[in-house]
Every structure is written in structure tokens, then in C-alpha cells.
């Protein structure tokens, strides 16, 4: 780890940890100060905060820090984790914005190689450009799931900011991107060019009212997600302080803690991201929020089952459905009840066999292929091969 890319957590924090409660977070961390780095070797989960906002379309300068977000998350206690996790400190803002974005690329890929699952704090969004490069010498094909009121598509041919880092990420070489997801959209911050792009291009998206029904849909998403970002400002303004405050329309606080544990459960997320944090004096609501959301992928994470071996018929069940002349093979696991979905691969021409990879999807989707109907989610999935 090349901790002259990092500021250390700030002396007051340090000396706030040494009074609090023994069995606090604070005091359980592994924390990079002034004084020690620490070491990684068992750490599974490691925090890290990007001071760097210069390329938000409402970008005033002032000063920015975590401090308070580390305060709240210090002071909160564990559940029954095993995960070892530490606190690395914070990338600065490099002297121009590239320097941040190769200092954030640099880390994560660090972090991705020694199988240490980096939970990034931002700043702004488009910091996910950074966060979703660093997979370019890690694995050559990752799904991004973007938490989140708009695609941040937007412009591609403009420079880089947050509302149009995905278009960079679908546009810019090297082509890493499989699957893109954005959870909780919002129809009317998304120009009508920019729907039609995400139909044109097969990714998927589930509407905010969708997920307010049953915040239980989130999860098949989560499951196949390698990046999870998140835009604190999906999250409605009556559950953030004043500062933050964005929509009244959002998910609540049950809603987006219950999301941040779904992306900690999956077996597959290798990273997670909260972006779009605005320091504020007033500010107790949004920090309290954004440590709870960490607490609960951490607590998601320690809840983790592998699940998705399908060599062992005792592990699950295996369900066939004709549906519109089409042969979908569902499996259901034993273990937790979570299921999957064959889609074809593109054929393996020495062999002339088709290969077949797993869609994870709800129990619904069966249901809905049983009555005849193919799941979106496959059709999607099938169209992009």
C-alpha cells in the first residue's frame, strides 16, 4: 500500500477514540495516524476517504473534510463481525484532478489485488470513474450497480464531471463494463435521450417507487454487482441535514441502510462507494446516516454465504420451464433460497457446445416464466451477448 497517496485520520480523532467506550468501533479499527500505518495482512475491509469535489457541476470552493463522518462511525458498536477493518485515512486533493483520480485508481487497485474490499467516501460522484479504472488490471468485465435519482450518462463529449462519469465509463477505452444498474431513478432528472441510451444499450433500472414497494428487489442487482456507488442525494431531503437536503422524493433511512447491507451480503461486491457527501455545521443527520450505511455493509458483509456452487445436488434445486419456446433453467439454493437463471454465452466453437452463465433474479421471475412470461432481467441479460 502506498501510503504517501494518504493523510492519516486527523490527531483529534485519535485522542477522542482513547476516551470512548472500549467496545466502540473507534477502538476496534486499525487505524493509519500520524504515528503508525497499519498493516493489511488479515484486513478484509478498508476504509477511505477522497477529499475531492472540483468536478461537481455545483462546485464552490471550500473546504472539505470526513471528520465528522469518522466521529459518528467511531462511536457506533459492532455487531458479532469477524471482518478485521481499517481505517486508511483520506486522498487528498492532488494538485489537479487527474492526480486524485490516479491516487484513488492506484489504492483501489491495491486494495482489489490483496482481496481487501475498499469502502470509498467521497466527495463527488465522478469519482467512480476513478474507483471503476482500478479494476482495468483486476478483472476484464465488472458490473457497476449506481444507487442513485439519474443515469449520470449525460454528455460524453463534455469533460468529465458528476453527471456524466458513466458516460466516460461506457465510452473510454479500456471497454470493462458488462452490466450497468442504476437503483431508484427518477424519471423527471433524466432527459428522454438518456432513457432511450440505457433501453438501447440493455441495461437495467428500477424506479424509486418500485423499490419504496418492496426494498427487497434490490438484492438480485446486488448480487451480480462488482462497484456499488451510491448518490447520498437519492436518499430524500426529510432524513438529511440542511446542507444535503436535494428531493423531497428518495429512499428513507431504513431504505438506504437496507440497500448498503444487500451490497455487503453479496458474495461478488469487491468495492462500495458513498459519493456526493456536503460537510455542513448542521450536519448530524447526514454523518449519523452515512456511518450506518458503512456499519450496515459491514454487517451484511459478515453475513456472507457462499451459496452459488452448482456441483453439488444437495445444495439446491434445479427447476426447467418452457416458456415461449425458450428453456430456462432455474436454480433455487438450499441454503439461503436465493435464486438464479441460465443465460447463454456466446458458443464455444471447438467444442460446439453452448457455455451458460447465472443471472441471479428473484423467485418472482420463475413464477413469471411458469405463466408464460419471460423475466425482463434475462431478456436484457441474453440481448447483451
Known sequence: MNYSLLSPVSSRLVEAIKVSHFQTLGRKLKLHTTETTPDLKGIDIAIVGVLEVRNSIDYIEQSFNLTDIRQSFYGLFPGNWTAQIADLGNILMGSDIEDTYFALTDIVTSLLKQNIIPVIIGGSQDLTYAHYRAYDNVKPMINVVNVDKSFDLGDSSNPISNNNYVGKVILEKPYNLFNYTVLGFQTYFNSQEEIDLMEKLF?????????????????????????????????????????????????????????????????????????????????EAT???????????????????????????????????????????????????????????????????????????????????????????????????
Open 203 to 283: 441495461f437495467e433500472y428500477h424506479r424509486l417507487g418500485e423499490l419504496n414497494k418492496d426494498i427487497k428487489t434490490v438484492e438480485p442487482a446486488m448480487r451480480d454487482a462488482d462497484l456499488v456507488s451510491i448518490d447520498i442525494n437519492s436518499v430524500k431531503s426529510s432524513e438529511v441535514s440542511a446542507k444535503q437536503k436535494y428531493s423531497p422524493n428518495g429512499f428513507d433511512g431504513r431504505e438506504i441502510c437496507a440497500i448498503s447491507r444487500y451490497a455487503g451480503i453479496s458474495n461478488k461486491v469487491s468495492s462500495f462507494g458513498i459519493y456526493e457527501y456536503k460537510p455542513s455545521l448542521d450536519d
Open 287 to 385: 454523518t449519523m446516516l452515512i456511518s450506518q450505511m458503512i456499519w450496515y455493509f459491514i454487517e451484511g458483509f459478515n453475513c456472507r454465504i457462499k451459496d452459488d456452487n452448482f456441483q453439488n445436488p444437495d445444495e439446491f434445486n434445479k427447476y426447467t420451464v418452457l416458456v415461449q419456446g425458450q428453456e430456462l433453467v432455474f436454480y433455487k439454493s438450499l441454503k439461503t433460497g436465493r435464486w438464479w437463471v441460465e443465460t447463454p454465452v456466446l458458443s464455444v466453437s471447438h467444442t460446439k457446445k453452448n457455455k451458460h452463465t447465472l443471472l441471479a433474479c428473484m423467485q418472482s421471475d420463475y413464477e413469471t416464466a411458469t405463466q408464460g412470461q419471460i423475466p425482463e432481467s434475462w431478456y436484457k441479460a441474453c440481448k447483451k451477448h
